[in-house]
Structures are given as C-alpha cells and as structure tokens.
C-alpha cells in the first residue's frame, strides 16, 4: 500500500521535474542559443587561428563548413520546438554545456563539475541549521503550547512576527559587522582560512567557519517553527481523543508526549520542513555575504560574470533540488502518519 | 434537595455540584447545582437538549481537567469517597477508570489516529495495572470478545475501523479495568439505526453479565425509554425532574419540560397531526433568567416562576421535580 | 454582504481588532509608512532624489560615507553638520552702470572638527568678475579666491574652497610660520579648510587648532551690465556629519533615499499580495466550483507552480531579461498566487455544498454570476487577511533581486541602497547607518504586515485563540 504511494509520488516528481525543465528551455530558448552560437563561434575561431598552409578562401570555405557541422549537431538548424526539446533533453541529462568565463576547481568550464563542486558545501551548512532550527523549533514550540498565552508565548510569537520580514542576508550583515568587525570574535566570510589547516584543526576550522553564518540562519528561521508547532500542538490539544486519553487516566506526559506530539509529528515535520526548504531556497543569496563558497554563492557569482550556462545549470539543479525535496517530505508524511501508510477502510 | 436511596447500594451520589467555564465575558454555568444519585446496578439515563450541559456533568463525574471550566461547588461520591477535593493525581491513579469510566462517542473521534487500537488499549491496562506484554494481550482480547469483536482488531489503526467496531472498541476499553460505574455518553448517536441497536445489545448484555451501573447520557428520548431505568431531565444546567421509566414514558411526566420534550418525539404507532416543538432557544447560561429557568418558554408558568427558582422536591416516592406546578400539585 | 450588513461586520471586526495590540501597533506603522510616502516632497532635503539618484553631480557637495548629524551627540570630538547658508546680508552699490554685489553668510563653527569643504554656488549668466572672502572670528580678513568667471544662461556655478583656496590660506598661513617651516611643505598637500579654521599661531599648517567662533564668507560680485545677473547664492558647508541618516559612499543624503524607497516598498509590496491573492481566490473557486476534469487541470498546474523554487527563477529571470519593476511585480505575482489557493479551494468546495448555491442554480443563475456575487464576497475576509501576509516576501525578494544588482535601476528602493552598501565596503568598514536603515525598513515592513496579518488571522480563525 505504501509502496504503490511511494512510486506513484516519485514518478509524479520526476514528471514535474521534465515539465518544468522544457517550460525553462522553452523560456529561455533565445537566450540559450545566442550563448551557445557565441561558443560555437569562439571554438571556431580557436580552431581557424591553428590551421596551418591554408588559404583565406580555405579557411573560409573551413569555418562554413564546421559551422554547419555544429550547427547540425546541436540541432540549432531545426525548428523551434524541434530546438526547445533537444535543449531539455540535454538539460535532463545533464548535459550543462560549458560556461562563458566562471572556472571550475580544476581548470576547466563544465557547467555540471562546477556546479557539483559547490553543491556539498551548500548542502553542509543549511542541513545543519534544519537540524538545528527544527529541534530548537519544536521544543520552543512545545514550552509555548503547554502555557499557551503566558509570556514566553507572547514574547516569542512577537519575535517571529518581527523576523518575519526580516532579510537573512541582511543580519547576515549586520552579524559580520558586530562579530567580525567591531567584536572580532568570528571570521568575516569563507569557508577556510587560507591556507587550510589539516587533520582535526581542518574541522574546527570549519566549524568557525560556520558558526556566524549558521547563528543568522537558525535565529532566523527558529521562531517560525516554533509558532506553527505552537498552533499545531494547541490544535490537537483540543481534540476529543486527548480528552479522551486523559479520560483513561494517562498521566499528562503521556498524552502530552505519547498521543499529542505522536499526532503533531505528520503535519509539524512537514510544513516545518517545507518551510525550511522554501526558506533555503529562498535564502540561497545568504552566502554570498559569508562568502561561503556553495551555490548561493555561485549565483552571486554568475550574476556578475554575466555567465548565463552556468545561471541555467544551477537552476536546473535548483529546481532538481527542490522538487526531490518536496518528494521526500510527501514521503515522510506517508510514513509518519498511519492514515496513509497503512490506508483507510472506514 | 433531596436524594432517594431507592436501592440499597448507592454508587455515585452527586450532592449540589455546579461546575462553570471561566471565559473572557464572565462565567459560564454550565452545570449549577445539579444533585442525584444512582444506585447499584441501575441504568440512570440523562436527557436533554444540546448544551443543556449533560456531557459537562459527565466529564465533571471523572474530574477531568478542561479548563477554563472548573468545579465550583459540591461534592461527587463515588462509592462513598468524595473526589472534588482529591488532586489530579490521586484521582488518576485510584478513581478514574478503576471505579469509574466513560463511553464517549467512539464513532468520531475518541482515540488517537496515530496509534493501533491495541497499543492504546494495552497502554491504558499498564497505567492502572502494569502486567507483562502477553498478559495485557489477553486481557484485550477477552474484552473484544464480550463486545464481540475478533482479537485481530487490536492491531489496526481507529480509521480502519467503521463507526461500530470503533464504538465497540471503546467500551471495551473502558470496561477492562472492571469499574463499578460507567458514564456513556452519546454512544450511539453518531451511528446509524442497525447498529446502533446491535450497541444497545451489547451494553446491555454487559451491564447484566458485569453488574454494572451505568449513566446513560444522550438526547434521543427513544434510548433511553430501552435502556434506562430512571431519567434524569437536565435543563440549563439544571435537574428539571428525576423520574421512573414508566412513570415517564407509560404514565405522565410532571415537569412541563419533560412532556414538551415527549411531545416532540413522534410516536411510530400514533397519528401525527402536526409536529410538536418547543418555542424559543435554551437560555444564556453566563446569564441565566431569574427564577425558573424554564420559565420564558414555559406554557404552564405563573408569577412565582419568574421570581424564585423552585428547588428540587420529591414529589411522588421515587419522583423528583423542580416546578412550582408539581410542587404544589 | 450587502452594504448595511458590510458595515455592521466592519464595527464587529473592528471592535476585535482593537483589542489586539500587536494588530494596533501593525496599523500604527502603516500609517507612519503611508505618511512617509505621501508626505515624502516635504521629508526630504533632496528634491530630486528620485530622478537623479544615480547622477554623482547632484550629490557632489555632500561629504562622502559621512555618519548622521545627530552621532554628534554621542561624539567626543564634534565633527562640523552639513548645512547650506543663505545670504544673510546682501549689499549692492552701483556706480556707472556697474553693479557691485555682495553677499555675507554668517557661519558660526563651534565643533571640534572643521568643515571637510566650503563649496560657493550660484546660478547666473553673463562675465562676471567674483571674489570670495571670509572674516575670521580672530578679526582676520582673507580674500580667498578671485576670478573672472564666464557663465552662461541660468548655469550652476561651483567654487570648491578646498581647492580654490588653497595659495591664500597657504599665503595667510605662512605669516604666522617660521621660514623654515614652510619651506619644506608642498602646498598641494595642505588641507586648506583645515588650516581656514585654525588658531592663528605657529604650527598652524601642519597641526591646526580648531578656532571656534563666528565666520562670514562674503561673495562680491561685479554685474558689468544689465544682462548679467546673479542668483540662489549660497554656501555649502560640507561637515563630517550629515543629514538624518547620513551619507554614502557616493555622498548621496541616505535619508532622501530611505523616504524615496517607502512608496517602492509599499507599492511593491501591497501590488504583489493583491494580484497574487486575487488570482489565488479566482483560481481556488473557479477550480473548486467546475470540479470535474477542470479541477483536475487545474490542480495539476496548480502544482507545477508549487514545485518552482521562486527565487532562483526570479534571479535568472531577472538577470536574463532585466526587468523593470512593473515586470518584476508581475512575475512574483505569477508565483505568489499559489499561496491561497489550497485553502481558498478547501473553502469553496464547503459553501458549494450550501443549498442556497443550489438554490441560485435552480433559479437559473450562470456560474460566473455564482461565482462573483455569492463565493468571492464570503472569502473576502480571509483573503484580506492573506494579502497582508504575502507583502513581507514581495518587498524581500525584490530586495534580495536588487541586492544581486538586478533591481531596476531607475528607481530607488531599500535593496538597491543595500547592493550599494555591500558593494560600497560599508560592512567591511562598519559604516552602519547605511547597512541598518534600510535592512531595519524592510524588517520593520514586513513586521508591520506580519502583525496587521495575524490580527486579522486570529479574528478569522478563533481556533487558533489562546482561551
């Protein structure tokens, strides 16, 4: 039963995925190619200037005639829609192309490598802030159910209200201007010192690292989770069974622990956490300020460079990112909550 | 105010028991006053309209906490001790469940979705008795038997159930731990008419195999005229007439409430010329009308009505009323 | 709701809504807000700050990255306020058809810290032949700059005292150094408005003590006929503090800009939540109201949208179509409108069930009828209470768009003053008045909103309410 969902809900993502991957081809069909003939023409060009004992008409009829070859090859003769597809089937395998002028690591300027690089780096601070953000989040949450309408309710649903237009990179600001600069107690940005220590100095480096950017994301986004699972918790505290529960003569850290938080977890790891995806998304310019190298950083990066292949692969793989992860949270649910995984009769 | 020991053996005596909700406009008095008793082995029913406050007095019975309502005056003997005054934990561990439980209307919403009916069922026996995993199975599956239910239920999940093996399921549980009264509140109201019979069946096959005393609570005059052997009318808060099954039902009723409310339930074997009901709304009970409660709606008031609040009086031997009319009849 | 009802619903949720602090305190900053931006002419000193906030000659007068005036008072050592001076005195003497003018400005210095330029402006037309002086408080009277000036019609002239007098303040200097002194200085070093205000003493060139008193900067000039003409003379004195929120490193006045972005902010913001919410509402009845394939439709699109990251599309699409700001406000409302739909669709689905629906069917009514005069005013209050929650994530993710430097250039809003700010090494040198105001407006912004939104959440959702 849960195995037919589980299949059923992949299969819908990757179909989502495909859709939205032509609907950006198709979006940015004009823009792509103008990029993609501007390198055909630079690899020419390339070629053209190694020919050696060639005449002019030679290399002219030459460059035509690769011209036409590439052209063929990568489709840019057929039309429009017939382009479009080729661009998403390309795109589906990954197959990113090269970037205008940003390097990878190594040297070279496959789209696919230099955004792989930078994707761990991303994937190690905002998981560890979700870690973070949702533990925090629930118990503060959990204190402000139990006393629902008591100060540290209020004073906290204030705070979320207050942090809730609040840009992350903005604090980001302001954090490296208070502890970096006028208190230096943490670094200002990037993610090693230069150059990086070794063996267990590397990690508490790196975790020095991190402690600047990871305190502006968890403060961030802590009071919102601890809100929603406020409101869900104060929600199921009214339900008939916890009355019902207690009816039986359940001592209260039971029914609070036991049946509410049981109840509570499907809906409070799921919005949470989609919430928290939205808000990696959506914060993903946050490291540009720490210059944290991961792939917000390489949007900052593409923006200024004006390097629309690589702008296109990272969004691709944003969008990858994003769908998988709405995948997994619908799979998540599933399994928390028995009225999906084992399925309804009555 | 007067309690009738009819039968030899009370097990619940309730002596003035007001209970009121806290809310930010002021204090609702959901249950004021309110005094009855039910003996042993008897079946006392508990009619009356919605929020007359009938499931307020039956949640007040097992002291469980559902704030801003509070117990403001009275006490509830329950085979003999007052609970009023006891703390939430010793009421826990020695009075609820163990010597009395309650029914509450299973077919909606009474156990948590996330958990089999077994783990719930089991969790309840080893709070109050903690036996060993195969000891509890046992027990379960001994009371899913009574109520007629294969032992296998125990490990699906409440929304596999329908509403009557859900309904079943819940007076198992609360039977389990062998108390000596049970409150059931609504328990077939929610279900249709084929099972509901089969429920009141099995209750009663129950209550005679167990010896068991049960508070019946429900609005559907036609249960309670099979089930119970006494009625209590409530009305705003208040007890309106404790009477005989007979005397209600094959004979006349003496409060004017309890014979609007009969005359507003069709008989199948009479000719029904026109639909009785009875005008205008239950009252406000942050603020109830002076004297009778009943009064503004009442065809049979007089001045004193309005004025004084007539007490509860045993009018006949085992006949109690709260009217002026019964009073000086 | 016809009109008596709607203002008897209007009194009831008002008297809710007023017991609701924080909801109070929300609307008290949206007036402040809308205040600011109506009002905005008369706040700010810049009038053009709108057109011409990325012209650097409009703002050359200010000092640069300068911290606000009032950062005086918690100052030790006074740096000079910004301030234009008016003519305080004007004379005139004619003899033959010549025309001698001459304007006084009283400047009273009292701080620790001189001015960081004195720049004379005045617009006029003609040959005119001009000398700027200056009486000291010491008595000292010095011709500061002289010179035979061509001005055409109506043009804006500019003397930079910093510069422009330099060889007097020097040649005055050098009366109370020693030779050999001022022998070794190179005079394009010298800081000529520093060494204006300083103690007439020995050591005055190279460490200047301030002299506190009253100065009078004169402009005399000579209008050799009729035709010429000047007019709006004044002194700019450039301090090392300026304005309510000072400076940048552009020497744009940060307060103009603040006050210039409310209305961007506002306008973005509440632009964005209401087509997004109207869209949101339309397709939420529209999808629940057909059923059927229709609905199946349109939850499939439905959720093709929900599966776009927003941000990262917006920046791509930002940095590849550089879109004005009308096109960016459209393009989050195309994705923003996702956000009520499911509940709007929950909604709906009940008040189809209603018989009086049915009703209006029966009766012959056409679904687009149903549709507007019976389900949308039923959800107008809780889609007033959602619009308010969606303005917070408009204004930041254009801020965070302008952050990357793909805002629309022609306008000024708090996100292009933080790109600048980032760009501009304010966080590096810990020039907070530029990096807190504009991040505290958004905030602030996005509070109000967030507190105006779950009043009104609270008022339309009592489940939520804390007995």
Known sequence: ?346 | ?329 | MRGENLSYWLKDFWSEFRKNTSGLVGLAFLGLFAAAAIFEPLLIPFAETNRKWRDITYWDDNPKSAPPAWTNWFASRKSAVSTVLRASETTEERSDGVRLVRHSFAYAFSYDRPPLDIIVHFKGSGNIPLIVGVQRPDGAELELFREQATVNDGEDVRIPLGKAAKSAVFDFAKGYEPEEATADIDIGQIRSVNVLFARAQEGMLARPEPLRGRYTFTLTVMLLDEASRIDEPRVVISGGVSGILGTDNSKRDLWSGMIAGVKWALLIGLLTAFVAVALGVVYGIVSAYFGGWVDAVMQRVFEIFVNMPLLPILIVMSAVFRPSIWFMILMMSAFFWVGPVKTVRAIALQIKEETYIEASRALGAGSARIIFRHMVPLLVPYSFASMALYVPGAVVYEATVSLLGLGDARIVTWGQLLRDALGGGAVLNGLWWWVVPPGISIALMGMTFAFIGFAMDKILHPKLRTR
């Open chain 2, 1 to 329: 105010m007067g309690a009738t020991k009819a039968m030899t053996d009370t097990v619940v005596d309730v002596e003035n028991l007001s209970l009121h909700y806290f809310t930010s406009k002021g204090a609702v008095r959901a249950v004021d006053g309110v005094s009855f008793s039910l003996a042993r082995g008897e079946t006392l029913g508990v009619v009356g309209e919605s929020g007359c406050g009938k499931t307020t007095m039956g949640l007040a019975l097992l002291n469980i906490p559902s704030p801003p309502g509070r117990i403001v005056g009275g006490r509830i003997l329950i085979a003999g001790t007052d609970i009023v005054p006891m703390s939430e934990k010793e009421i826990r561990q020695t009075v609820r469940w163990q010597k009395i439980s309650m029914v509450f209307q299973g077919a909606m919403n009474c156990l948590t979705p996330v958990f089999t009916v077994g783990q719930q069922m089991r969790e309840t026996i080893q709070t109050h008795k903690p036996m060993p995993r195969a000891q509890a199975e046992a027990v379960i599956a001994r009371y899913l038997g009574l109520v007629g239910l294969p032992a296998e239920v125990a490990r699906r999940y409440p929304h596999e159930l329908s509403g009557g093996m859900k309904q079943r399921v819940v007076i198992a549980t609360a039977l389990f731990l062998e108390p000596r009264v049970v409150i059931l509140d609504e328990p077939t109201t929610a279900l249709d008419v084929i099972v509901q019979a089969q429920i009141i069946n099995v209750i009663k096959t129950l209550k005679r195999e167990m010896d068991l005393s049960l508070i019946f609570i429900t609005h559907d005059l036609a249960t309670e005229a099979e089930v119970a052997d006494r009625i209590l009318v409530m009305y705003a808060g208040k007890v309106a007439e404790i009477a005989a099954n007979e005397q209600v039902f094959d004979r006349q009723p003496c409060h004017p409430y309890t014979k609007r409310l009969l005359a507003a339930t069709p008989r199948l074997h009479e000719k029904v010329s026109e639909l009785a009901f009875i005008p205008g709304t239950p009252p406000d009970l942050l603020d109830p009308p002076a004297g009778c409660r009943f009064h503004p709606r009442c065809p049979e008031a007089f001045d004193r009505c309005a004025r004084e609040e007539p007490p509860l009086v045993e009018i006949e031997p085992g006949h109690l009323a709260a009217c002026w009319r019964c009073i000086n009849a």
């Open chain 1, 1 to 346: 039963m849960f195995r037919r969902y589980l299949i059923k809900r992949i299969l819908n993502g990757i179909f989502i995925y495909v859709v939205l991957i032509f609907l950006y081809s198709l979006l940015f069909n004009t823009t792509n190619e103008k990029t993609m003939k501007d390198q055909i023409e630079e690899s020419i060009r390339v070629e053209a200037s190694k020919l050696k004992n060639f005449t002019s008409d030679q290399v002219q009829k030459h460059i035509l005639e690769r011209r036409a070859f590439k052209y063929r090859i990568y489709h840019l003769d057929r039309p429009f829609f017939e382009r479009v597809i080729w661009r998403t089937i390309d795109t589906l395998v990954f197959r990113f192309g090269n970037s205008t002028n940003i390097l990878s690591a190594r040297g070279d300027r496959e789209v696919l490598r230099i955004v792989l690089e930078v994707m761990p780096r991303t994937i190690l601070l905002f998981t560890t802030g979700i870690l973070f953000e949702v533990g925090l989040g629930i118990w503060l949450g959990l204190k402000m159910a139990q006393k629902a309408g008591g100060p540290l309710d209020r004073t906290t649903s204030v705070m979320t209200m207050i942090v809730e237009g609040m840009p992350t990179w903005w604090l980001g600001m302001l954090m490296i201007m208070l502890f970096a600069y006028l208190v230096p107690i943490f670094p200002s940005g990037g993610m090693h010192r230069l150059p990086p220590p070794h063996g267990v100095l590397r990690i508490v480096d790196l975790l020095y690292h991190m402690a600047l950017p990871l305190i502006t994301l968890v403060f961030i986004n802590t009071w919102a989770v601890a809100f929603l699972t406020r409101n869900i918790v104060l929600g199921i505290l009214q339900e008939d069974y916890i009355m019902a529960a207690r009816a039986r003569g359940l001592p209260e850290r039971r029914v609070l622990f036991g049946h509410t938080m049981r109840t509570a977890a499907p809906p409070i790891t799921t919005i949470a956490l989609l919430s928290l995806l939205a808000s990696v998304f959506g914060n993903i310019v946050f490291e540009g300020i720490y210059s944290w190298p991961g792939m917000g950083n390489l949007y900052w990066v593409a923006v200024q460079r004006n390097d629309l292949p690589v702008l296109m692969g990272l969004l691709s793989v944003t969008t990858g990112l994003y769908v998988a992860g709405l995948v997994a949270l619908d799979l998540i649910y599933g399994l928390l909550d028995p009225r999906i995984k084992v399925g309804g009769r009555a």
